[in-house]
């Protein structure tokens, strides 16, 4: 079974532009969450997307949104990026039974400069 | 709002010793998962071992193992035959029954492995 998948693995942006970063769950799959991971701030839940619907939201400004597709794959979008956005972005993916554990993606590595 | 704390920023040991991590958190909840991971410098998160509130025997696998407290609200990694795989950064995470699947992290903690 294939793992948790994040494309790219590492982009380079520039303050102002916008960027999207991409998650394809494990098969069978239908939460997905995202978090960001910086040095200062450790790790910080973002969201998670459940059936295509947004089902948790951290503490981040509008700035980033996400969404799921009808296929459980999910996206996120940062706007008007700012040098602090600098982080790792994990996605986890979670099976329908809750009792169980988050499986993590290898994350994407976005610098801002 | 729930918190984890992980007191130990970097911890060492030899190869083939036991060492012992740590992890308190706050809740007021009564049922809940808590989770350790390991991030190795591949930086992919990787499940160690988890334990259900629920459950009064501490979880076990394999060389891992915990000290689930959960009056003191403690809930600690063992890692018995230390291995130089082992080296990485160890969270540990918290989930609220009913909060779907939002993990509540601890600062990690930095474990060398020394042979």
């Known amino acids: 079974k294939a793992g948790v998948t994040q494309t790219p693995r590492y982009l380079i942006k520039t303050r102002g532009q916008q960027v999207t970063l991409s998650c394809s769950p494990i098969?069978?799959?239908?939460?997905v969450s995202w978090y960001q991971q910086t040095p200062g701030q450790g790790l910080q839940f973002l969201f998670e997307?459940?059936?295509?619907?947004?089902?948790n939201k951290g503490n981040f400004p509008g700035r980033f949104s996400g969404r799921q597709f009808s296929n459980s794959r999910s996206e996120m979008n940062v706007s008007t990026l700012e040098l602090g956005d600098s982080a790792l972005y994990l996605c986890?993916?979670?099976?329908?039974?809750?009792?169980?554990?988050?499986?993590f993606g290898q994350g994407t590595r976005l610098t801002v400069v | 709002a729930q918190t984890v704390t992980q007191s130990q920023p970097e911890m060492s040991v030899q190869e083939a010793e036991t060492v012992t991590l740590s992890c308190t958190y706050d809740?007021?909840?009564?049922?809940?998962?808590l989770f350790w991971y390991k991030q190795p410098p591949s930086r992919q998160m990787i499940l160690v071992i988890r334990?259900?509130?629920?459950?009064?025997q501490n979880a076990t696998e394999n060389r891992f193992s915990v000290n689930f407290q959960k009056a003191a609200k403690s809930f600690s990694l063992k890692i018995s035959d230390s291995q130089l795989g082992d080296a990485a950064m160890y969270f540990c995470?918290?989930?609220?029954?009913?909060?779907?699947?939002?993990?509540?992290f601890g600062e990690g903690t930095q474990l060398t492995v020394n042979p």
């Open positions: 986890a993916s979670t099976p329908l039974m809750m009792n169980t554990e988050a499986f």
């Open positions: 098969s069978g799959h239908r939460s």
């Open positions: 997307y459940f059936s295509e619907t947004q089902r």
């Open positions: 995470a918290y989930r609220r029954e009913t909060s779907g699947s939002r993990l509540t």
């Open positions: 809740t007021s909840e009564s049922d809940y998962y």
């Open positions: 334990q259900e509130a629920y459950k009064q």
